[in-house]
């Protein structure tokens, strides 16, 4: 039988996961955060941060104070073989550059931080292709309210059953941008479950956000318009097709001959 073990540095969180495990008169062991576990049958738990600095062979499951309870089930179901898997749980980051992390009935199994918001949606279709389980939940963090609600929108209408989780319990103590462990501090934690999708009300921000990615996004060549920026914001259009339209319309402002050059054209020549 597998056995279970404490690995982490945090004395808190070490303390309560100890008072947790002896409720339900389970077996444990409780090591080091720096030492190596040999036996791929471990189930070890730790928090994100540690999993992802500190790896080790086994099966992991990330924890924090809030989500103990549901971290300690984890543990339970993964007794029972990694055969009868059934949730897949994915943790999302949002913003232009999301964290994204997956869990197998609690158990950690990797992380990724994408390039671009577009990039989300075929990553986590990937992740259903080559993950065996039999419920998917999706938990978004509550930041970059207009990435994240075109996210939840984009999700819902795919019927993914769909969280928002409060960031405020998952970024303490992180080091600045790692979207990845955000990712998996906020798969790891319970949120409200999401029915409906969000009107998208972007702001001035917003929008001069937009333009200034078109701009590096064709390398200094093409600001799009506030209008089409607009279209992006609320995702009707992708970034690609905005800059597509702007070099539409710049070259045809550019090929077209202005009034005067019509009434140029019309006026005898000098010789």
């Given amino acids: 039988m597998a056995r279970l073990v404490i690995r982490t540095e945090d004395f808190q969180l070490s303390f309560k996961l100890i008072e947790a495990l002896r409720s339900r008169n389970l077996k444990f062991e409780v090591i080091d955060s720096h030492t190596e576990i040999v036996d791929h049958s471990t189930i070890w738990f730790s928090s994100p941060a540690e999993i992802l600095e500190q790896p080790t062979v086994g099966r992991s499951i990330p ?17 029972r073989g990694i055969e009868n898997s059934v949730f897949l749980t994915i943790g999302i980051d949002p913003g232009p550059y999301p964290g994204l992390a997956w869990l197998v009935d609690g158990a950690f199994i990797g992380v990724s931080q994408l390039a671009s918001v577009v990039e989300l949606a075929p990553a986590i279709e990937k992740l259903t292709q080559s993950l065996d389980f039999q419920t998917m939940l999706i938990r978004i963090g509550d930041g970059a309210p207009l990435i994240r609600d075109q996210i939840i929108n984009d999700c819902l209408a795919k019927n993914w059953i769909v969280e928002q989780v409060n960031e405020s319990k998952t970024s303490s103590g992180l080091v600045r941008n790692n979207h990845a462990i955000s990712a998996l501090r906020i798969a790891a934690n319970s949120g409200q479950r999401i029915w409906q999708q969000r009107e998208l009300r972007p702001k001035h921000g917003d929008v001069k956000y937009i333009q200034t990615q078109s701009r590096k996004m064709s390398n200094g060549n093409i600001t799009i318009s506030k209008q089409l920026a607009l279209l992006v914001a609320k995702g009707e259009l992708t970034m690609q097709e905005a800059i597509l339209e702007q070099s539409s319309y710049s070259c045809l402002l550019y090929t077209s001959p202005s009034p005067r050059d019509k009434r140029q054209s019309r006026m005898p020549s000098s010789a």
Wanted: no cysteine; charged share 10%; net charge negative.
């Fill in 63 to 79: 924890v924090s104070l809030d989500s103990i309870e549901s971290a300690v089930y984890s543990a339970i179901f993964l007794l």
